[in-house]
């Protein structure tokens, strides 16, 4: 699964040269990259020339990527070509598909996670579509999705641990981070601005309940936390993990970050979740209401959903397929389990106080 920033999810070798990565895809499909920013006067000309045909336009945060032979599938199957619009996080792209839904950017949307799925729907972003190959709406992993959203993909939001300095670090709870031996150690995202810093947000919410999260904070706080703004900030400048360059060990990433930071002829990786602090995060895909090409945009959903696409996901966005049957990678069955017992919260919860308690903590831990 941002400015909300943070979409940059998850880490791997492409993470450093993402821009570059996304500019080869959208090669390979025949399209041009451009900010998803620039794109609201491209898409209002479309619809009023009638362009709107031969191309299907996904708008997506910052860490979507695909092999080049998966995304050739969809061009071959559809006939469409498959133009990516990237924003930055889950958060960011949200934002701008509201301020943009009178002149959608896009047809489709993939990235919407479970944190921000009230936001898009109260705002009427989204067309009534739930494709058919990912089930019935209440086998979705989130209820309320009004039949507008399909699920995707999932993962846990977790602390991640530098094991060359904490060497316990698979272990650790919410509770170890805010011990003394902790201190100036920790790095976390803005949940007001990044989707996973929000997850760990709910995450706490959900160990403390209202009552004694922002209590918990200050905790955090006083032993030093530092917090950014989103994820790459986060991961790559200010964590100590192997393919970083900042000196805090203990950072909010993923589950299945492990597996991508094992040393060139180590045995193991060097970072290991603590499953103990994880959220469950589900990723969604829908079409955007007024799309020049809702048709283009309902294959592109079914499409996501397929076979390649699913056996695709763990290796290109780190994040688990949301078909139970999908492959994993087999350094992913040893060293990115996910968590047993997740801190959760019921999406009507979200919905109804995610704002109360964003603000909470932007006056009372930020302020």
Not at 25 to 33: E, I, P, R, V, Y
């Amino acid at each position: 699964m941002q400015q909300f920033q943070s979409g940059g999810r998850r880490p791997g070798w492409w993470r450093p040269a993402l821009a570059a990565v996304a500019a080869a895809l959208l090669a390979g499909c025949g399209q041009a990259a451009q900010p998803v920013g620039a794109q609201a006067d491209q898409a209002d000309q479309d619809r009023q020339t009638g362009q709107t045909g031969q191309t299907v336009k996904l708008v997506t945060h910052g860490s979507f990527n695909l092999s080049d032979d998966v995304l050739a599938q969809f061009s071959a199957q559809t006939g469409l070509e498959l133009e990516i619009l990237p924003a930055d996080d889950a958060g960011a792209m949200v934002n701008q598909l509201i301020l943009t839904k009178d002149a959608p950017l896009g047809d489709a949307v993939f990235g919407i996670d479970n944190t921000f799925v009230s936001r898009a729907l109260d705002a009427g972003v989204l067309d009534a579509y739930q494709s058919p190959a990912g089930g019935p709406e209440q086998d979705q992993p989130t209820a309320g999705l009004e039949g507008r959203l399909t699920a995707i993909d999932f993962s846990d939001v977790c602390v991640n641990a530098d094991t060359r300095v904490v060497a316990n670090g698979a272990d650790l709870t919410l509770d170890d981070l805010a011990k003394p031996e902790f201190k100036d150690q920790l790095v976390v995202e803005n949940p007001a601005t990044s989707s996973p810093g929000l997850a760990f947000l709910l995450a706490t919410i959900a160990a403390k309940g209202e009552d004694g999260y922002i209590d918990y904070w200050r905790r955090l706080k006083d032993n030093g936390v530092k917090i950014v703004s989103g994820w790459n900030q986060a991961y790559y400048d200010e964590f100590s993990g192997p393919a970083s360059a900042g000196q805090r060990p203990l950072v909010v990433s993923y589950a299945s970050s492990p597996p991508s930071e094992i040393p060139a002829g180590a045995s193991r990786p060097a970072i290991a979740a603590a499953l103990k602090t994880c959220f469950r995060q589900v990723e969604y895909a829908g079409v955007l209401a007024g799309a020049a090409n809702p048709e283009g945009a309902r294959q592109l959903v079914d499409f996501l959903l397929s076979e390649a696409v699913q056996a695709d996901l763990p290796g290109q966005m780190w994040v688990y397929p949301i078909k139970p049957e999908a492959p994993l990678p087999e350094d992913w069955v040893r060293w990115a389990p996910l968590a047993e017992d997740p801190w959760s919260l019921p999406a009507a919860d979200i919905a109804a106080q995610r704002e109360r308690w964003l603000a909470a903590f932007n006056d009372q831990i930020l302020g």
